[in-house]
């Protein structure tokens, strides 16, 4: 990029001065000068929030899902393996899912015996968790959450990167964690060889949908300052259909002959094949708040 340097807002991890990174899809991401923290640096319309998660982000493909629903049962696999994960630290109790969606992953929390609570912006997302799979999950957003109650966990599984005020959400979260519990959160790691390998052009760098990006020792400063230490980190057993996989190769391919021709292979698969994700570039972490 040229020019002079766009005054952005500090770092929301440790109010470090900011500068120019890398520019994609018209929006500037900008790097932490202090910690490294990668974030959008662009100002956000104030519906924000209903004009990336919008019913398209489900089905549109892109840098959202070319069709959520149909993705139900390996989401809650997904949760079911991460309730067996948080049975190793934690007896199964109340948990709030925040960004569920449709809710697959908090019934997969469920089906492991977690008393599941969720928290997801889009209505008609909320409404099929409601109506069609049983489940409590509230319209809303964590940023403007007012928790009437605590939790003995909040899982924020692929959602930290969305969040469009970072410091409203994670102060609401852990106002919504009672002292002793844990959060739980899965994010991409920019950290990662993928993400090195591929640079710039990285596919997790997708903003609107994706304002943060995080490293694992980025992601326990932030939650330090709240009082969480961190208990245990990993990388997540991820599952992903074809239909998924040709949608985000479609969605690179202008940035990668690698995905292009990946795409070309891909494209005689049938949509309902199942494949590992190769999850390098992702990382799980539980905290526990000590205070």
Not at 10 to 34: M, S, Y
Not at 43 to 65: I, M
Not at 135 to 156: A, H, K, R, T
Not at 228 to 238: D, H, M, Q, V
């Amino acid at each position: 990029m040229t020019g002079a340097q766009i005054q952005s807002d500090p770092c929301p991890i440790c109010a470090g001065p900011p500068r120019d990174f890398l520019e994609k899809h018209g929006w500037r991401i900008v790097r932490c000068q202090e910690c490294g923290h990668l974030f959008v640096g662009d100002p956000l319309p104030t519906d924000h929030l209903h004009l990336v998660y919008s019913d398209e982000y489900f089905v549109g493909g892109g840098a959202g899902y070319p069709g959520y629903l149909e993705d139900g049962e390996i989401l809650r696999q997904h949760g079911q393996r991460y309730g067996r994960l948080l049975a190793k630290y934690v007896e199964p109790a109340k948990i709030l899912d925040v960004g569920s969606a449709a809710g697959f992953i908090l019934q997969g929390l469920t089906d492991s015996g977690w008393e599941g609570q969720g928290l997801e912006p889009n209505s008609s997302m909320a409404e099929f968790a409601r109506v069609s799979l049983g489940l409590q999950v509230d319209c809303g957003s964590i940023e403007g959450y007012l928790p009437d109650e605590q939790f003995n966990v909040v899982s924020m599984i692929q959602v930290v990167a969305h969040f469009n005020d970072l410091r409203a959400a994670t102060a609401n979260a852990s106002e919504a964690t009672r002292p002793g519990g844990l959060w739980l959160i899965e994010t991409w790691n920019r950290e990662s060889r993928t993400a090195k390998i591929f640079g710039k052009r990285w596919h997790e760098f997708s903003p609107p949908s994706v304002l943060h990006w995080f490293s694992p020792e980025g992601l326990s400063q932030l939650a330090s300052q709240y009082g969480f230490s961190e208990l245990a980190r990993g990388r997540p057993r991820k599952r992903i259909s074809s239909r998924h996989i040709k949608s985000l190769l479609r969605h690179v391919a202008q940035d990668s002959l690698v995905a292009r021709i990946l795409g070309i292979a891909a494209g005689a698969l049938p949509d309902s094949l199942v494949f590992p994700y190769p999850s390098e570039d992702l990382f799980w972490m539980i905290l526990r708040k000590d205070s």
